[in-house]
Nanobody, 124 residues
């Protein structure tokens, strides 16, 4: 059984930066896709932010391209989401999730494992 734990969320001012972490425990194959999603408010859908499989393939939502970077420390089985030039519209609960294939799109229903989320609040 895979467990994911996010951390790093905080309140920052617009223009600031944060780095979110997602630590995985349990068996995680190298071809699993890791996705970052966010949910702006309860009742709203989860928006795909970034995905990564292996070390070559990454995918970003248009709204975060050039500002967010996904990376992985394999030794720690931990993924990161570096978020720069934050905007108030980035305010959301951020979740990491794993799917057991390398499809790596933003279809949240294909992700089998989810963390509990970490809150990011950006003030203007």
């Amino acid at each position: 059984q895979v467990q994911l734990v996010e951390s790093g969320g905080a309140s920052v001012q617009a223009g600031g930066s944060l780095r979110l972490s997602c630590e995985a425990s349990g068996y995680v194959a190298s071809w699993y896709c890791l996705g970052w999603f966010r949910q702006a408010a309860a009742g709203k859908g989860r928006e795909g932010v970034a995905t990564s499989v292996n070390y070559e393939s990454t995918n970003y939502a248009d709204s975060v391209k050039g500002r967010f970077t996904i990376s992985k420390d394999s030794a720690k089985n931990t993924w990161y989401l570096q978020m720069n030039s934050l905007k108030p519209e980035d305010t959301a609960m951020y979740y990491c999730a794993l799917r057991r294939d390398s499809g790596c799109d933003f279809a949240s229903w294909r992700y089998a494992y989810w963390g509990q989320g970490t809150q990011v609040t950006v003030s203007s």
